[in-house]
Every structure is written in C-alpha cells, then in structure tokens.
C-alpha cells in the first residue's frame, strides 16, 4: 500500500522558517515526481513545488520562488520543503503527492492528475 506522509507543520510567525516532510512508501521512487499543493480554507487547492526523482528537476510557483526550496533523500524516500521568509498568506494545510513519470505524467504542478496524496500537515503563519 502507497502511504505518503506529511510532518513538519505548525505554527510560525511571519518572517519564520518551517521545513515539511514528505515520507513516501513508493516501490520505485526514482519514477515518481513529489509535489507539495496548499489548501487555504475557502480556496482552491494550489501547486506549490515539486522535484524529480529521476532528475532532480524542480519546479515553483511564482509566490513561493526565493522563499521555499523543495529538495529530495532518494536513500530515505522523503521529499523536504524549506520554507523562509513566511507569510500569513502561507497559511494552510500543505499536501505532499506522487505523479508517476511517465504517460499521463502531470508535471509539473497538475493537481487532477497526481496518483497518490497524502493527508496533509497544517501550517500557521501568524502576524
């Protein structure tokens, strides 16, 4: 069973840092892309980075670009996002899911398409 699995959340202040991770229980997780969505309440749920396993490529979004950086443990099949520079607007619950690199692949940031989700870890900026 694929179990993707999120931590690191909580409650920051503006101008704080929090770093998430994202646990993945993938057989191959070389074939995998990880990509971290952010769900404010009443809003959409949004892309916000993600990362090759096969390449390392990355991809953000243009609020998130110099602020957070998404980066990858092959060896321990987690996916970290550092997140600086945080501001209220940030807050949400934050999902890690897998999109398989292949056919039907949905990079960078395509949230119809992502094969596995996790369950979410929320974060808090406060004022």
């Known amino acids: 069973e694929v179990q993707l699995v999120e931590s690191g959340g909580g409650l920051v202040q503006a101008g704080g840092s929090l770093r998430l991770s994202c646990a993945a229980s993938?057989?191959?997780?070389?074939?995998?892309?990880i990509a971290w969505f952010r769900q404010a309440p009443g809003k959409d749920r949004e892309g916000v980075a993600c990362?090759?396993?096969?390449?390392?490529?990355?991809y953000y979004t243009d609020s998130v670009k110099e602020r957070f950086t998404i980066s990858s443990d092959n060896a321990k099949n987690t996916v970290y996002l550092q997140m600086s520079r945080l501001k209220p607007e940030d807050t949400a619950v934050y999902y890690c899911?897998?999109?398989?690199?292949?056919?039907?692949?949905?990079?960078?940031?395509?949230?119809?398409?992502?094969?596995?989700w996790g369950n979410g870890t929320l974060v808090t900026v406060s004022l």
């Open positions: 993938l057989f191959e997780f070389d074939d995998y892309a």
């Open positions: 899911a897998a999109d398989f690199l292949g056919y039907g692949s949905s990079w960078p940031l395509g949230v119809d398409g992502m094969d596995f």
């Open positions: 990362i090759s396993n096969a390449d390392g490529s990355t």
